[in-house]
């Protein structure tokens, strides 16, 4: 996303800044580690699938739902107002409809690739892009994965890999194909680096993850989790997700005293998205983000943007919330800001089970 289509306070974090300072941010070497495709996907390449799929559906797509999904672009467009965190999962219905065949998720991946990691200014370094497996009328769940690995592997192994989500909202079954799915790719030698635990917060027993994660873990695969995002994510379901020993935390908002403890024990990096948490309004401010006390220690974090299309955000832009005077930002000094982004380098998959792996021999 280009600096000109961001909006919020990302955008006036940025605005503040020297030019000398976003040229600083600019050069950094940084990986995105958080970043989900279908939340990600260029709002001119939506807009383009969006008309060709109310044209190719002819008369049995009615009046009422087209003007329905132009509206969401032109609200995405504007910047979507969430009232809360769960507000956030009404906005992807019309978009999974959007890259519901090869062609459309191909060309869709292609488009987020190419916004993180092309240009003479790309916005990361290193990208780890994440999706999970959607059963189509025009695809498998498998065939789903095979086509944005088509698009992950034609950059090099130094600039991508992907993460397969398990989404809370389906059930055993599902979970279990998806993970074939992924022991298979593995096994090919695809680029599928790891698995992660996202979608709804407030669905499912987690302990019902335990073989799966066993069963990634033992394939080489590294774990991420969604953990703690709402204060309705009771302690005694974050201490289960923590007994499997995740390689890193997607956002952790809500810890208590003795998850941290395990958190900080396990040196597991936290994956923080500023502006998702301010806009999903589990976080109040920046001065009253969860960040503070990582920095504080220097446990590993890394920056990270969740999903550029309604947050109307860019890696640079959630870069700047750290660098740019308070109240806009943290306030960070640019050596602070620098070990961030060496951090999350760092926290890639691949250095962390290089690290686990020469931990055994």
């Known amino acids: 996303m280009s600096s000109s289509e961001i909006s919020g306070p990302a955008a006036a974090a940025l605005a503040s800044l020297t030019s000398s300072q976003v040229s600083f941010l600019q050069s950094l070497p940084k990986a995105e580690l958080h970043a989900h495709l279908n939340g990600s996907i260029p709002i001119s390449i939506l807009e383009d699938l969006a008309h060709e799929f109310i044209s190719s559906q002819g008369n049995t797509l009615g009046l009422t739902e087209s003007a329905e999904m132009l509206k969401a672009i032109e609200q995405f467009k504007s910047g979507h107002e969430l009232k809360e965190i769960l507000d956030f999962f009404g906005l992807f219905p019309m978009i999974y409809k959007l890259t519901s065949t090869p062609d459309a998720?191909?060309?869709?991946?292609?488009?987020?690739?190419?916004?993180?990691?092309?240009?003479?200014?790309?916005?990361?370094?290193?990208?780890?892009?994440?999706?999970?497996?959607?059963?189509?009328?025009?695809?498998?769940?498998?065939?789903?994965?095979?086509?944005?690995?088509?698009?992950?592997?034609?950059?090099?192994?130094?600039?991508?890999?992907?993460?397969?989500?398990?989404?809370?909202?389906?059930?055993?079954?599902?979970?279990?194909?998806?993970?074939?799915?992924?022991?298979?790719?593995?096994?090919?030698?695809?680029?599928?680096?790891?698995?992660?635990?996202?979608?709804?917060?407030?669905?499912?027993?987690?302990?019902?993850?335990?073989?799966?994660?066993?069963?990634?873990?033992?394939?080489?695969?590294?774990?991420?989790?969604?953990?703690?995002?709402?204060?309705?994510?009771?302690?005694?379901?974050?201490?289960?997700?923590?007994?499997?020993?995740?390689?890193?935390?997607?956002?952790?908002?809500?810890?208590?005293?003795?998850?941290?403890?395990?958190?900080?024990?396990?040196?597991?990096?936290?994956?923080?998205?500023?502006?998702?948490?301010?806009?999903?309004?589990?976080?109040?401010?920046?001065?009253?983000?969860?960040?503070?006390?990582?920095l504080k220690c220097n446990h590993p974090v890394a920056i990270c943007t969740d999903d550029t299309l309604p947050f109307r955000t860019n890696l640079l832009a959630e870069y700047a919330l750290l660098l740019a005077p308070r109240p806009l930002g943290l306030g960070l000094s640019e050596d602070e800001v620098r070990r961030v982004a060496e951090m999350s380098m760092e926290s890639r998959f691949v250095e962390l089970l290089k690290v686990k792996d020469s931990s055994k021999s």
């Open 105 to 294: 998720l191909r060309r869709a991946t292609k488009a987020v690739l190419s916004d993180f990691l092309d240009g003479d200014r790309p916005q990361c370094t290193y990208l780890e892009l994440r999706t999970g497996p959607r059963k189509t009328d025009a695809m498998s769940r498998e065939e789903y994965m095979r086509a944005v690995l088509e698009e992950v592997e034609k950059y090099d192994e130094d600039k991508v890999g992907l993460i397969m989500t398990l989404d809370r909202r389906t059930g055993p079954d599902i979970w279990e194909e998806c993970l074939d799915i992924a022991l298979k790719m593995k096994k090919e030698g695809r680029r599928l680096f790891g698995v992660d635990l996202a979608g709804d917060p407030t669905k499912s027993d987690v302990a019902l993850f335990d073989t799966f994660f066993a069963e990634a873990r033992k394939a080489g695969l590294g774990i991420t989790l969604h953990i703690a995002e709402t204060l309705e994510n009771t302690p005694e379901e974050t201490l289960v997700l923590l007994s499997y020993r995740p390689d890193r935390l997607g956002h952790a908002t809500f810890l208590n005293q003795e998850a941290i403890e395990i958190v900080m024990k396990d040196n597991a990096p936290i994956e923080i998205c500023l502006t998702s948490n301010l806009l999903c309004k589990t976080a109040t401010d920046l001065d009253n983000h969860h960040i503070q006390q990582y």
